[in-house]
C-alpha cells in the first residue's frame, strides 16, 4: 500500500512538491524541517519511486527544480485519503462539540509550527 511505505517526513516532502512544482530543494527541505543529507536521501528515494523528477532551474543551472510526476500525484493522493480516512476514524467516538474544540487546538498547534503553517 502506497500510504503504508511513505514516512511523515516523505509525505511533507511529496505535499511540497505536489503543491508548489517547479520549487527548489533547499525550499522544499526548509519545509518539511530536514537537513540537505536527510533531504537529500529522502528525495531520492521518492524519486526512485517514480514519484518526482528534479531537473535544471532554466534560470540558474546550479539549481535543481522539482516536479511531481502522475505516480507521485496519485501516491500523494492516495497518503491523504488514507490520512483523511485515519483523522476521521479518531473523530468519530467524539460528540459535535469535542470535534470543534479539537479543530480548534489543532489549528493553535499548527500555527505554532511554522514549517507546516507554510503548507
Partial sequence: ????????DEFLLLYWVVKRPGGSKS????YAGLGPTTGGQMLARLAAR?????GPDP??????R?????????AFAAAAAGLTAAAEALVA???GAEVVRLEQLLNAAVGSAPQLAKG
Fill in 93 to 95: 467516538p467524539l460528540a
Fill in 59 to 64: 534560470a540558474d543551472g546550479r539549481r535543481a
Fill in 50 to 54: 517514480g514519484w518526482l523528477a528534479a
Fill in 1 to 8: 500500500d502506497v500510504y503504508e511505505r511513505q514516512t511523515l
Fill in 66 to 74: 522539482l516536479a511531481p510526476t502522475p505516480a507521485g500525484h496519485a
Fill in 27 to 30: 525550499a522544499a527541505f526548509g
